[in-house]
């Protein structure tokens, strides 16, 4: 009786948690037809609701007997996505990731890569709400380097299930690279660059990095990777979160100098936030070609 009673409302749960998770967790799809580095992020989502889902069944029909399966290769290790289980008061007791080294410790008090203690959140949401999602920095071991990570998390009795992902974010050298890269193909094939940047899943697509392209003698959008609605529209029009004025900034540096870096703060694709961002943009032929990173 109690088994099926935890079953019936881990599933209701689940059920919100599918739905955005709070209303925050899952890009609309309108945000999606948009923004591709947002389809990108709403894939790993979804890889990892699956997965939280297929954990949760697992411990409502085998109990703690079954925390085991956890902490070894096998079906509820999905490439880089791994299950995690705590108790209620932090006490870690499985993982399908490095964290397995800590089963048997209480993890309330783990900081992440800057410190925070973020576990507190994850183990107070689960207690007040039954599930939530908690960002946090983390060293990925995949490319050696602290990422921004993501846990969606479901109470399960006295037991909370976890699985967490990486959300996609570039590297300086990274937008320096693709401007490179895209300068030289609107070179090169100016009849098909635009386009191209622009191509959902193209090349010119890297996570939250993406190409835009401004028409320097009218300030209007000629391409842009991270909103293709902005083309045509006047970008001299366009302000930040702030109130700057960064493409007509952008401009007037491009005709001073031939080319420059701004910071401004935008709407990054991959998490919906207003955050701070930096990108480099040169002069060609008459254009402003940029691409930027959002800072970490």
Request: net charge positive; hydrophobic share 45%.
């Amino acid at each position: 009786m109690r088994r099926a009673s935890i079953r019936a409302r881990t599933r209701a749960v689940g059920f919100a948690v599918l739905l955005g998770l709070a209303g925050a967790a899952l890009v609309p799809t309108a945000v999606l037809a948009a923004d591709p580095a947002a389809l990108s992020l709403q894939r790993d989502e979804r890889r990892a609701l699956a997965l939280l889902d297929r954990a949760v069944k697992h411990v409502e029909t085998k109990g703690a007997d079954g925390l085991a399966d956890f902490s070894r290769q096998g079906p509820f290790v999905d490439r880089e996505l791994y299950v995690y289980v705590m108790s209620s008061k932090g006490e870690l007791l499985a993982s399908g990731g490095s964290s397995a080294a800590l089963i048997g410790r209480n993890v309330r008090e783990q900081p992440d890569a800057v410190g925070r203690r973020f576990m507190h959140e994850v183990l107070d949401t689960a207690a007040a709400k039954g599930a939530g999602r908690v960002e946090y920095r983390w060293l990925n071991s995949v490319d050696n380097r602290v990422e921004t990570k993501v846990t969606l998390f479901r109470k399960v009795g006295d037991l909370v299930v976890a699985v967490g992902y990486y959300s996609p974010r570039a590297t300086p050298a990274q937008a320096q690279a693709l401007l490179t890269r895209a300068i030289d193909e609107l070179k090169s094939h100016p009849a098909t660059a635009l386009a191209d940047f622009q191509t959902l899943g193209g090349r010119f697509m890297e996570d939250d990095l993406y190409v835009f392209v401004i028409d320097l003698a009218d300030g209007r959008f000629l391409a842009h990777g991270g909103n293709p609605g902005l083309v045509g529209r006047d970008g001299t029009e366009v302000r930040d979160a702030k109130g700057k004025a960064i493409t007509l900034d952008m401009i007037n540096i491009a005709k001073r100098k031939g080319a420059g870096e701004l910071d401004y703060v935008w709407r990054n694709p991959t998490t919906g936030k207003a955050e701070s961002k930096h990108s480099y943009f040169r002069a060609v032929d008459g254009r402003l070609v940029g691409v930027g990173y959002y800072a970490r």
